[in-house]
């Protein structure tokens, strides 16, 4: 289920049969993914899809062995328990049960920044300069990495999502405190070149391209808060106009495609304030469905709703493969 797929549209809520929704888990973004579930949940059953919650790969696991379900919508949101690392996707595809989202190889891909750089770079796409660091890295090499790629810097955990473990560094003074916070999530560190403009998300829908949604947050930087509690943070939509705006929508699929993802997703993008160049961030393979979530904006000015937004998610699982 890695590579593009040809979908059948569905008319009759029946033709899903039973579908259980992901969520929840027992990754660092498990709040948000609960939240994002009962979301989907409502929009699905609100259409008259037989859809049931539920929590978690063990929990999923179970009821794929039990038969309880036809197909997953996968709301499930970062690794080691999430649902965008490449694992529950494997159970799926174990399973033979359709499922949403990207396959094996484009999950596992997207939820590295750091392969995905890779992917990137190989391919002359631009992303901003980084630094791998293990979690044992010294001092005296954070430092010196520091300074290679020149301050203001950002330091991640290099597989996680939702602003979980990210710090902006501007002076030397403040790396130790960003690498002692990363190191509390698994996984390798990405330091990254500090892209200072305009943040740009663009949501991709099957073939479709959204209209981009330019980011402005009240504070500094658009972090945990400003995402998922303040009410305050503005979205505009779309973020660009004319020929900036066509050329970050290509860019954003060429990116999405050439880590092997497919269904939906969204890309994250930085254009330079003073070149006003892009570079990718990262891609996200089960973006969020809350209330504060960028893709159903995006759908939103497209004039897709978000009951629809779900239907045609979850349509994507009409696959010839499935009906065969």
């Known amino acids: 289920m890695s590579g593009e797929r040809t979908v059948s549209h569905a008319a009759d809520p029946a033709q899903f049969g039973r579908v259980a929704v992901l969520l929840g888990g027992s990754s660092s973004e498990r709040e948000v993914s609960l939240g994002s579930g009962r979301n989907v949940l409502e929009a699905l059953q609100a259409r008259g899809i037989d859809a049931v919650a539920v929590d978690g790969i063990p929990a999923l696991a179970e009821a794929l062995t039990q038969r309880r379900f036809d197909r997953v919508f996968n709301i499930l949101h970062g690794q080691h328990g999430g649902g965008e690392d490449g694992v529950v996707q494997g159970l799926m595809e174990a399973f033979g049960v359709p499922y949403t989202g990207s396959g094996i190889l484009g999950s596992a891909l997207a939820m590295d920044k750091i ?19 293990s979690a044992g890295q010294s001092a005296a090499d954070v430092h010196a990495a520091a300074r290679e790629l020149g301050l203001p810097v950002i330091v991640k955990p290099a597989c996680e999502g939702s602003s979980v473990g990210v710090s ?38 099957g073939d479709q391209v959204l209209p981009s949604i330019r980011i402005v947050p009240k504070g500094e930087w658009y972090d945990y808060n400003a995402k998922y509690i303040a009410e305050d943070t503005q979205y505009l939509c779309p973020g660009l106009e004319g020929g900036d705006e066509a050329q970050v929508r290509r860019q954003a699929l060429v990116a999405f495609r050439a880590v092997g993802c497919s269904g939906w997703g969204r890309v994250d993008v930085m254009r330079d304030r003073r070149s006003g160049r892009f570079y990718l961030l990262e891609v996200n393979t089960a973006p969020g469905m809350t209330s504060h979530s960028l893709v159903p904006k995006a759908a939103g000015q497209a004039g897709i709703g978000f009951e629809e937004l779900c239907w045609k998610i979850l349509e994507q699982t009409l696959t010839r493969r499935d009906a065969g």
């Open 115 to 133: 392969r995905s750089k890779q992917v990137w770079l190989s391919l002359g796409l631009p992303t901003p300069r980084y630094v791998r660091l």
């Open 168 to 205: 902006r560094v501007f002076d030397e003074s403040g790396l130790d405190a960003a690498v002692e916070l990363a190191v509390r999530y698994p996984g390798e560190l990405l330091m990254e070149q500090l892209i200072q403009g305009d943040e740009l998300t663009v949501g991709i829908l």
